[in-house]
């Protein structure tokens, strides 16, 4: 599960990177509405936690824009104390949740698994395209029913491609799944997970885009 968290009060910040990471979510910070808004675009994360009070920008915006254009994962604000106003305009705007400022960390992380719950019942629990269907509760792999073991990143991989079948995904945004910000990431680290994912996949089942990325398509008419 990654999360996007959007703060610019860096004690606090850095205190929520801590226990996010302890809790085994991927977590990405960035302090500026901006960064978030790109980092949204290119990084498509799981789940969005958003202060409202930044540097270059209300929060808010940063909602609405990513909302416009069609990102659909859910967001949890951060409010002020007290700000009735703010946690109303948040919801309108397209928030899934809130919390008042001070909050516990525990109280964070508990709204987090279950936004996290929601989004899992959302998505469907399987995904087939041709003879491959994995199953995205148990990361479960099969190629014509037969069950193959995958490492969890060739899985992250595979599942990033299979969930966007027909969409080519560049080598960026598939990094950006692999790694949390700030881990090194060599750079063709997702060349060698798509090479030996293609060996335990059907041939062609894994497409390259020369220059662009990689695309699984899934043909009209099946899955
Ligand atoms: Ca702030």
Redesign the pocket.
Known sequence: MQVLLV???TL?ANAIVRALKSAGFSINHVDRGDQALSAIKTSQPDIVVL?????DTD?LEVLKSARKFGFSNPVLI?T?RDATSDKVLGLDAGADDYLAKPFEIDELLARLRALERRLSNVKSHSIEIGEVEIDTNSHEVTIAGQGISMSRREYMLLKALMESANKIQTRDVLDSKLYSWGEEVSSNTVEVHIHNLRKKLPSGFIQTVRGVGYVVRKQSGTG
Not at 51 to 55: E, S, V
């Open positions: 703060e610019d009060n606090l202060d409202l009070g930044l540097p929060g951060l002020a």
